[in-house]
């Protein structure tokens, strides 16, 4: 295990696969900066203001909403993040992700990475330069987790663009569209997997 920790701080090759055991013993500074693909760790890309604060005001929703349906219902504890580790796969190779925003079944804070099976909904922000590992990478990897629900959340210039639900299809592992919304829609309700109400003027003027 050492030889991970030599090469986590210079640019070295990596001189074995990273188990989730191994990653635990990892600097928090040093995951934040990586995922892990089959053993193997993928630099994050710095990600621009717009993709932050899109992030940021889609969990606020998200979280506002998750509270609003505990409310109602009085069922799970729900609770949402941003930028966390969670473990989809741990055999024959880990496999860690850090999504943008997720919501999920309440959970230990020690539970680190947080398993893909607590998780009800993972929330992607594509950026440009991000679309192929969001929506093919990231979606093959999420629905081969068995995550339920997928939300791809584009971003164009200064706005986000519109909101891609997608639904997995336990018959074939993979997700399929359920629908798409946009800020011209009239109304933008999105009741799956908890009723949201998308507040477009909250995911405009993402940069002042």
Not at 59 to 67: K, Y
Not at 104 to 109: I, K, Q, S
Not at 178 to 195: A, G, K, M, N
Request: net charge negative; charged share 25%; proline share 6%.
């Amino acid at each position: 295990m050492s030889a991970i920790f030599e090469w986590a701080r210079p640019e070295n090759l990596q001189p074995e696969p990273i188990t989730v055991e191994i990653w635990r013993e990892l600097s928090e500074e040093f995951c934040r900066q990586v995922e892990v693909v089959n053993g193997q760790a993928v630099r994050c890309d710095s990600p621009t203001r717009q993709h932050q604060t899109a992030v940021r005001r889609v969990a606020n929703l998200l979280e506002s909403a998750a509270e609003r349906h505990m409310d109602h219902h009085h069922d799970n504890c729900l609770d949402v993040n941003s930028d966390f580790d969670v473990t989809l796969w741990e055999v024959p190779s880990a496999t860690i992700r850090r999504p943008d925003v997720a919501l999920h079944r309440c959970a230990p804070a020690d539970l680190r990475p947080l398993p893909a099976s607590f998780l009800t909904l993972v929330v992607e922000v594509v950026s440009p330069g991000s679309s192929t590992t969001d929506k093919v990478e990231k979606m093959g990897e999420y629905a081969l987790a068995g995550i339920p629900w997928y939300w791809l959340v584009w971003v164009t210039g200064n706005q986000v663009t519109s909101i891609d639900v997608y639904v997995l299809d336990h018959t074939v592992n993979a997700y399929r569209l359920h629908r798409t919304f946009y800020p011209e829609d009239e109304v933008s309700l999105i009741d799956v997997p908890i009723r949201l109400r998308v507040d477009w003027a909250r995911l405009a003027e993402l940069v002042r």
